[in-house]
């Protein structure tokens, strides 16, 4: 049974549990191994870490929603925040275990300059949905997805897309806009947080709660 509190780093063995947790290399398998919206059967099957996954010719690696946000580069605001929690650590310790269960894991298609790179280092995109590309808009990371239209067209549009991976709690009902959690939906702001009021709000958004919860409710409806 998928247990959407499984923290990945406990079986990773002190590395990067998206390319060497067993567990969460078993959970994408069963999860996404299912009908896609167009019509085909997606069937992962596992591979040697980092290309842990994989489907006709397209390579597969995992990828966090959620930023940690625990990097040197943050070290001022990571201090102010440590300021107001007289038990820190365990504060940090609960972020990150959510970080680590399945509700703020994805797939995507690896390859060099891929989305799982890209979005995370452009500040500007940061870790924001892909909407503008199937509403045929510019962003800045047209380029990479149109590298992998193969892979985006399996899923039709943008509502496929969401639906197929559970991320229908940060659209809008009708699946027009996207839930921005920090900047705005241009591009010109920094899609991470910059003060500590806004590393709280990015940092205890309930989405990844509610991902899980309908993961959980898939997995209990398909007898996962």
């Known amino acids: 049974m998928i247990d959407i509190t ?17 567990t969460l290399n078993a959970y994408h398998r069963i999860l996404w191994s299912k009908e896609l919206p167009n019509g085909e059967v997606m069937e992962l099957q596992s591979g040697r870490a980092p290309y842990a996954l994989k489907w006709k010719d397209f390579w597969f690696s995992s990828d966090t929603i959620i930023v940690e946000m625990t990097h040197l580069k943050n070290k001022k605001m990571i201090d102010q925040v440590r300021e107001r929690y007289s038990d820190f650590d365990v504060y940090i310790e609960h972020l990150l275990h ?35 590309h199937y509403a045929g808009e510019e962003s800045p990371l047209s380029k990479v997805i149109e590298s992998d239209k193969a892979f985006y067209d399996l899923f039709v549009d943008f509502k496929g897309y969401v639906d197929f991976f559970f991320m229908q709690d940060c659209v809008s009902d009708d699946y027009s806009s996207v839930d921005i ?9 920094n899609g991470l947080p910059e003060t500590v009021e806004d590393y709280f709000r990015f940092r205890e958004h309930i989405f990844l709660d509610k991902r899980n919860k309908r993961i959980q409710g898939y997995c209990i409806e398909h007898d996962l």
């Open 98 to 132: 959510r970080s680590y269960t399945i509700g703020s894991m994805v797939i995507f298609p690896v390859h060099v300059n891929s989305m799982n790179q890209r979005k995370g280092t452009n500040l500007r995109i940061a870790d924001r949905c892909i909407r503008r």
């Open 181 to 189: 959690w920090m900047g705005d939906a241009s591009f010109k702001k």
């Open 6 to 22: 499984f923290d990945f780093r406990s079986d990773a063995r002190g590395k990067d549990p998206d390319a060497y947790s067993p």
